[in-house]
């Protein structure tokens, strides 16, 4: 049998029509007013970087764009105009071709930037959202893995979401990066308590998907290159700012079951800053009182990260981080992605990684982190 491959970071294509097509028509106008207004939003600052990487292709034309970690110059990238970016059928042959068995798949559209602004019918608009991916899904449930997003706005509606995810089999639920973003408390704060005991209770992971981050509008507005080359790297290390919320905040501490991925951010940088920050707790003086022990046990503990063809990270960070907390994507249908050589790129990849270890990284971890069975 050949190896089996799980990506723990692909992508599909989600239009506004389709999420119409779920929502009773007395609230299809709030719902266009709500997504005008992202649409203006992403247009400017950050969100135009993340708009150029579709730039010339159908993606741009239909509200892609904030979940692509800043990918710009993707217009030369022939697998945006793939079938498979939009068709669940085609995209199980480009699997097939490609080796992998299963994907993690993310939205382009980032429900949570515009959904909390329809003002009315946010329960059936967020359902309608979430049954368009199911639409995706539902060619093959146990390869195609959508993560169901939870706005956070209203936290009763969050936690019926997920226990609705939860009740019809979903794996994989996505939640905002940056709360503060959308004008809300970090996640440490005790408005999340409800939400957190929710998803501890289903065992499902968060995803959390790097992408806009509007505080790097000023650094996008300065960047003298073309395509925003200075800005876009430091997209996945403003992920540092979410992991001192969730462990230094005391998330972990008072949900110890909760399973966290932080999807793209890479991995070379991330055994520095665990260094750091348990030196700060240590040698330093620092106090962090929400939580009892080193902040690097509590990222050892619940959280996972992904990361795509990244040579470096794997073979000087893999001692530090260890095996268990990091997963292999192909990053379908991005500029980086390894289709549709995926198995190529991997055996390069892990030549020097011993069996166990690679085949963790490759499918194991993702194994256990969605329930795959």
Known sequence: MPERLVSADSHVKMTHEQVKSHLPGAFHAAYDEAAGAYEARMSRGAGA??????AGNDA????????????AGAASNSVFTRQSYWDPSARLKDMDTDGVEVEVLYSEVSAFRYL??????LTEVVRAFNDALFDFASEDLSRLIVSYQIPIHDIEVA?????????????SLQLPVFPAELGLPDYFDDRYRPLFAAISATGLPICCHIGLKTTLDDVARRDPTPNKGVM?????????????MWIMGGVFEAFPDLKVVFVEPGLGWVPWWLE????????????FPAITDLPSAYFHRNVYLTFIDEHYGLDRGRDLLGTKNIMWSSDFPHPVTSWPHSRKIVDELFADLPAEDRQLVVAGNATRVWNLG
Do not use: I, W
């Open 49 to 54: 970087v993340n708009r150029a990487g579709a």
């Open 232 to 244: 876009v790297p430091l997209t996945p290390l403003m992920t540092a700012e979410a992991f001192g």
């Open 276 to 287: 750091t920050v348990d030196d700060m707790a240590t040698r330093q003086g620092y106090k």
């Open 159 to 171: 936690v019926a979401e997920v226990e609705r995810v939860a009740a019809f089999g979903g794996k």
């Open 116 to 121: 909390s602004d329809v003002k009315e019918g």
């Open 60 to 71: 741009a034309k239909s509200g892609e764009g904030d979940n692509t970690g800043g990918q």
